[in-house]
């Protein structure tokens, strides 16, 4: 049976082995709470200076934080709804896409992952 190849981390780049931990399991959650905190933080921060503004909306605190986040999901949204009108079909393509094509199973490169 084929095993799996998985380099050691001593033959990883300096950079690499750095960040092994985002691939260890929980590691997303923890890096999104982070995110949430620093964002918390920012926005509570800035209600903390004066701000100076071209428009007097500028000037309230937390503006461009309730700002950001509006347009963002108002861009998800359009995306959405924009999708409805240029998705395709999945045989859209037929014979003449790519993965159509037959490849002998001789000349491929499988590899068998198994828990055994």
């Not at 960040?19 to 959650?29: E, I």
């Not at 240029?86 to 094509?101: F, H, L, N, T, W």
Request: contains cysteine.
């Amino acid at each position: 049976m084929g095993e799996h190849k998985r380099k050691k981390p001593e033959h990883l780049p300096a950079l690499g082995r750095l960040l092994l931990w985002v691939d260890r399991p929980g590691s997303a959650n923890k890096i999104f709470w982070a995110l949430a905190v620093v964002c918390a933080l920012l926005f509570v921060l800035d209600f903390t200076y004066d701000k100076h503004g071209h428009f007097h909306i500028e000037e309230l605190p937390g503006f461009y934080g309730v700002y950001g986040f509006v347009m963002f999901t108002a861009l998800i949204l359009a995306a959405k709804t924009l999708r409805i009108f240029i998705k395709r079909p999945e045989d859209y393509y037929g014979d003449r896409a790519v993965d159509s094509e037959e490849y002998p199973a001789d000349q491929l490169d499988k590899e068998r992952y198994h828990a055994d």
